[in-house]
């Protein structure tokens, strides 16, 4: 009898959940509405409830709360509690309220901060909506006329909202005012829509917005409330019975004839802080920008000419002084053409800002300002003849630069890395080694929303405060949010993909036999979306002429140490043999979508989540390939981030899921880049995340380098998967096969020789190997003899390299560490390990990868090595740490080096497939002290230590060891042995 390898529907729907967890009560800390846990010296729960309801129950995102036991102490003095441990301190001023920034101050590692930003708009104040509680939203700028930063897009799904806190400075009635557009929406529609307006959790009434003239056409809308004295929450969201399609500019609470403001309502700038010039009020011709690198925050003030005014409420000045300003900025070449020194004026006071190299290059510039004691306004303007700058922080006291490591987008499709680098959104690491992770739009860990509260506020965040201690916060969130999933074994070897037309037969007689004869590994076949019948997009059934037997071809796969996945894009046509059962299923409830008469499904639905689970049942797979890229299904599931939510029922019936991530389509298009309120953390837990359809150029490949420890390091993602040789076809050179296109034959398309080979280099030391194209080649043997014999090469050593890459895959997940790692997680003292995280990286901590991304058969890159003494693993040549190097390679060869007393566990032959319990070689250099723990199957770990003369073994098993001993010179000796000590001494 043949095994299913799918999960029975019904035990997966029944799956249990973690727990609740709770934390320790002696880290626990209360001062009247607030909660403080103590979790880690670097982390403290942060928790207001106007209600004193305080929250145990695990969230979406976070799973766990119990810790080691931490040491701290807490007092209270001067109306302030403070609670100090061993790498932070946390301060908040008693009785004072919700968190914001003149109430609550980290200090860690040199560092003061106010982690907290809290916007409360007074009667009369605007609200932009980028300042509100979002649901489900983005913030977009592509159409002009808003205010602020941008806007929110879309309300295109239920539950889809902004949640404003309002501060009625008078019992009475009131208006609360709407800045919203109307154009013709993606379901084609220009019409009046509806979305619905509730105060404090109160019954929702609904809120008709009539149509606009387009989507650049801004008019307001108003509803009467009567409200008592006090803060109020305003809640404008998508209900069951609204149309939604709108977007939202910001809102106004106003009384009387209160025309509608243009200044928005701005959070304090805390002194001894540096703090983000978007966040404060900006007038005049100025507008908030992102399209220059290497800002802090979200984005910088540009555009500033004469009239322009920038202001920050400055709060909690010590006394009335002069004091240091820090103004970050940029200074390029103006709109008037000139590129010279520039002045502002703070407060009045001139201030000289020198020129930059160009606009994404950032300066500082301090001066000494006045400012009165307690809360004040400090305001940038601009002479008459303008100042042609960007301004990205203003620092009070403070010229330190909340700057982030790394970063992290839903995919990277399209990119082509010759338009500028991607935007990245920033994650848990900075500099300044502090970061807020807001935890109050989460649901519950089961995906029950938390209850509402009305009108009482309720804070929930966790204060990183790490300093340079990167892997201290790693750890921390891989504790709090669950690390990131070790995948099978098998996952960490060769994949093969390819968007085109195959058929069982193709991989059965063809491809594989193909990849067996050129000596070539395979561990996972991916099967793009033409298999489908009736439609090749989002059919349910596999197509019987190309797969007459579904689960035949999967056990042919695994009787070839394979395994496979199916691609899926989450529709179905009206007209599809399996859409009467689903919608059955879903009872009436699927939607049309904006593809040509497809249905889409809203996961958050029992009902429908069920029926698009069970059109999976008749297509055997191992695991399922969530190609969401186009469709409009998603999830209205509140709290829950909407690929976060479907890539977890996914994992459910199979090994993991296999998708993007950090959002969803509906939030940000078919790249996705923003991030919705509830982040990224919960993705790592059961996903692999595959990066999107990128383009076939030398740009792509070099950014690919820093992007994957970048995501790393910014979400604790481990397994993150790029398209090896890039999607899309930049050259146009002829392939090496024809297929056909709509009834047209056409013949797929290849990269140079150099740039194949380079990237499959960079492939084998990636957290996973997945060659894909869009109709390319990308198999050794359809290449030159130089690069065939390149990859081949490669993708061999790649699979050698299995038991070392899925160790780091278990340690990941215990560490929260990444596989693939920027230098300064191992080196934080060092600058160079800052500045050359787009050039090379660590694949552990005993691998450095330097990857050469230049045209020509001989490539060079320039490499700076981490302290200590560094060994080239095909080479031998010795370089000493804290040195840079040019180092030149072929075809078939490529800079990786071997830290001294690093340990580096590969097979010892070539395989075909993934195997286990093989012979292995342990690559170590002479005379160093080190150790590494091999991890297997069912939580079996080998340590090996490396004692200078001596290789360790301590493992339950006895098995024959080969060790290569790295000399000084550059030669090499290996060594053979077995048992529990190896004699690495050379012969006499």
């Given at each position: 009898m043949r095994k299913r390898a799918l999960v029975p529907l019904l035990a997966l729907l029944t799956l249990g959940l973690p727990a609740p967890a709770t934390a320790q009560p002696n880290g626990t800390v209360i001062s009247g509405q607030a909660r403080f846990q103590v979790l880690s010296p670097t982390l403290i729960r942060s928790e207001f409830a106007g209600d004193r309801r305080f929250e145990d129950q695990a969230t979406y995102n976070v799973v766990n709360r119990t810790f080691p036991r931490t040491a701290y102490t807490s007092r209270v003095s001067d109306g302030w509690l403070t609670i100090t441990t061993s790498a932070l301190t946390l301060r908040y001023r008693v009785g004072?309220?919700?968190?914001?920034?003149?109430?609550?101050?980290?200090?860690?590692?040199?560092?003061?901060?106010?982690?907290?930003?809290?916007?409360?708009?007074?009667?009369?104040?605007?609200?932009?909506?980028?300042?509100?509680?979002?649901?489900?939203?983005?913030?977009?700028?592509?159409?002009?006329?808003?205010?602020?930063?941008?806007?929110?897009?879309?309300?295109?799904?239920?539950?889809?909202?902004?949640?404003?806190?309002?501060?009625?400075?008078?019992?009475?009635?009131?208006?609360?005012?709407?800045?919203?557009?109307?154009?013709?929406?993606?379901?084609?529609?220009?019409?009046?829509?509806?979305?619905?307006?509730?105060?404090?959790?109160?019954?929702?009434?609904?809120?008709?917005?009539?149509?606009?003239?387009?989507?650049?056409?801004?008019?307001?809308?108003?509803?009467?409330?009567?409200?008592?004295?006090?803060?109020?929450?305003?809640?404008?969201?998508?209900?069951?019975?609204?149309?939604g399609n709108v977007n939202v500019d910001s809102l106004a609470l106003l009384s009387g004839d209160q025309g509608y403001p243009t200044v928005r309502t701005i959070d304090d700038c805390r002194f001894g802080t540096t703090c983000e010039a978007e966040n404060g009020a900006?007038?005049?011709?100025?507008?908030?920008?992102?399209?220059?690198?290497?800002?802090?925050?979200?984005?910088?003030?540009?555009?500033?000419?004469?009239?322009?005014?920038?202001?920050?409420?400055?709060?909690?000045?010590?006394?009335?002084?002069?004091?240091?300003?820090?103004?970050?900025?940029?200074?390029?070449?103006?709109?008037?053409?000139?590129?010279?020194?520039?002045?502002?004026?703070?407060?009045?006071?001139?201030?000289?800002?020198?020129?930059?190299?160009?606009?994404?290059?950032?300066?500082?510039a301090t001066a000494s300002v006045p400012l009165p004691s307690g809360t004040s306004d400090l305001t940038v303007t601009c002479p008459d003849a303008g100042c042609h700058v960007n301004l990205d922080t203003i620092g009070l006291n403070n010229s330190v630069q909340h700057l982030a490591l790394g970063g992290y987008r839903r995919s990277l499709d399209g990119y082509t890395?010759?338009?500028?680098?991607?935007?990245?959104?920033?994650?848990?690491?900075?500099?300044?080694?502090?970061?807020?992770?807001?935890?109050?739009?989460?649901?519950?860990?089961?995906?029950?929303?938390?209850?509402?509260?009305?009108?009482q506020p309720y804070q929930d965040g966790y204060v990183f405060g790490?300093?340079?201690?990167?892997?201290?916060?790693?750890?921390?969130?891989?504790?709090?949010?669950?690390?990131?999933?070790v995948l099978p074994q098998w996952a960490y070897g060769v994949w093969y993909s390819e968007y085109i037309d195959r058929t069982a037969a193709d991989y059965r007689d063809r491809i594989l036999p193909a990849f067996r004869q050129h000596g070539v590994p395979l561990d996972v076949l991916v099967v793009d979306t033409d298999f489908k019948a009736h439609n090749l997009w989002n059919g349910w059934r596999m197509d019987q002429a190309k797969f007459p037997d579904p689960q035949g071809f999967l056990d042919w796969a695994h009787g070839e140490g394979l395994h496979s996945t199916l691609n899926i894009h989450p529709s179905i046509q009206g007209d599809d043999p399996d859409f009467a059962q689903a919608q059955a299923t879903a009872k009436g409830k699927l939607a049309k979508g904006s593809c040509a008469n497809c249905y889409v499904f809203d996961w958050a639905d029992p009902d429908q989540l069920r029926a698009y689970l069970e059109l999976h049942r008749k297509m055997p797979t191992d695991f399922w390939w969530l190609d969401w890229c186009c469709d409009g299904s998603g999830s209205s599931l509140r709290g829950v981030t909407p690929d976060t939510w479907i890539n977890e029922q996914y994992s459910k019936i199979g090994a993991f899921a296999f998708s993007r991530g950090f959002g969803s389509l509906q939030a940000g298009g078919y790249s996705g880049s923003g991030p919705l309120p509830t982040g990224p953390w919960a993705e790592k837990r059961t996903t692999l995340h595959f990066t999107g359809d990128t383009s076939s150029t030398w740009g792509t490949l070099k950014a690919t380098i820093g992007y994957t420890s970048a995501e790393g390091v910014a979400t604790g993602m481990s397994n993150i998967s790029h398209d090896i040789g890039g999607h899309n076809d930049t050259t146009g050179l002829r392939g090496s096969e024809q297929y056909l296109d709509n009834g047209q034959l056409r013949w797929t398309t290849k990269?140079?020789?150099?740039?194949?080979?380079?990237?499959?280099?960079?492939?084998?030391?990636?957290?996973?190997?997945?060659?894909?194209?869009?109709?390319?080649?990308?198999?050794?043997?359809?290449?030159?003899?130089?690069?065939?014999?390149?990859?081949?090469?490669?993708?061999?050593?790649?699979?050698?390299?299995?038991?070392?890459?899925?160790?780091?895959?278990e340690q990941a997940g215990r560490t929260g560490v990444p596989m693939v790692r920027p230098a300064y997680l191992e080196y934080p003292g060092s600058p160079e390990a800052y500045s050359t995280v787009d050039s090379q990286f660590l694949l552990g901590s005993d691998l450095l990868v330097a990857p050469i991304t230049t045209p020509g058969d001989v490539g060079s890159t320039r490499v700076w090595f981490p302290p200590g003494q560094w060994t080239d693993y095909f080479t031998g040549q010795v370089y000493q740490g804290n040195s840079w190097a040019t180092v030149s390679a072929g075809l078939d060869t490529m800079p990786v080096f071997l830290r001294s007393g690093g340990v580096l566990v590969e097979r010892s032959a070539d395989v075909a497939h993934d195997v286990r319990g093989g012979p292995l070689t342990v690559h170590v250099t002479a005379g160093a002290t080190g150790e590494f723990t091999l991890y297997e199957d069912q939580g079996k770990r080998t340590r090996i230590v490396q004692a200078r003369d001596h290789l360790l073994v301590l493992s339950g098993s006895k098995k024959d060891w080969t060790v290569v001993v790295h000399e000084a010179d550059g030669s090499t000796r290996t060594v053979k042995g077995s048992g529990a000590v190896i004699s690495l001494r050379a012969p006499r």
């Open positions: 004072s309220g919700p968190f914001r920034a003149d109430n609550l101050e980290l200090r860690s590692g040199g560092t003061t901060a106010s982690p907290w930003r809290r916007v409360v708009c007074a009667t009369g104040q605007l609200c932009e909506a980028e300042d509100t509680a979002r649901e489900g939203l983005l913030v977009a700028a592509d159409h002009p006329g808003y205010s602020g930063s941008g806007f929110v897009a879309g309300f295109s799904y239920r539950n889809n909202g902004i949640t404003a806190t309002v501060r009625a400075s008078a019992a009475g009635r009131h208006r609360v005012v709407v800045k919203y557009a109307n154009g013709q929406g993606g379901d084609g529609k220009h019409e009046n829509r509806t979305l619905s307006l509730s105060v404090d959790g109160q019954a929702p009434r609904q809120l008709t917005l009539p149509a606009t003239a387009d989507w650049n056409a801004w008019q307001q809308v108003s509803a009467d409330v009567d409200l008592a004295a006090g803060e109020h929450r305003v809640a404008l969201t998508r209900g069951p019975a609204d149309s900006v007038s005049g011709a100025a507008k908030i920008a992102d399209e220059h690198a290497g800002f802090a925050g979200t984005g910088f003030v540009a555009e500033l000419v004469g009239g322009t005014r920038l202001t920050q409420r400055v709060s909690s000045v010590p006394a009335a002084g002069t004091y240091p300003v820090t103004v970050r900025y940029a200074n390029g070449v103006g709109g008037d053409g000139k590129h010279e020194p520039r002045t502002v004026l703070v407060n009045g006071q001139a201030v000289v800002l020198p020129v930059t190299a160009d606009w994404k290059t950032w300066a500082t890395g010759n338009n500028g680098d991607p935007q990245l959104t920033p994650g848990l690491l900075y500099r300044d080694g502090w970061y807020l992770l807001d935890d109050t739009p989460s649901a519950l860990r089961n995906g029950t929303p938390r209850g509402d509260r009305g009108a790490y300093g340079t201690n990167h892997k201290a916060a790693l750890g921390d969130l891989a504790t709090l949010t669950g690390g990131p999933k990269l140079p020789d150099d740039l194949y080979a380079r990237w499959v280099q960079l492939g084998a030391f990636q957290p996973i190997t997945r060659l894909h194209s869009n109709h390319g080649d990308r198999l050794p043997w359809q290449y030159g003899p130089a690069a065939q014999a390149s990859a081949t090469k490669f993708l061999n050593l790649r699979e050698r390299l299995v038991p070392y890459l899925y160790s780091l895959a």
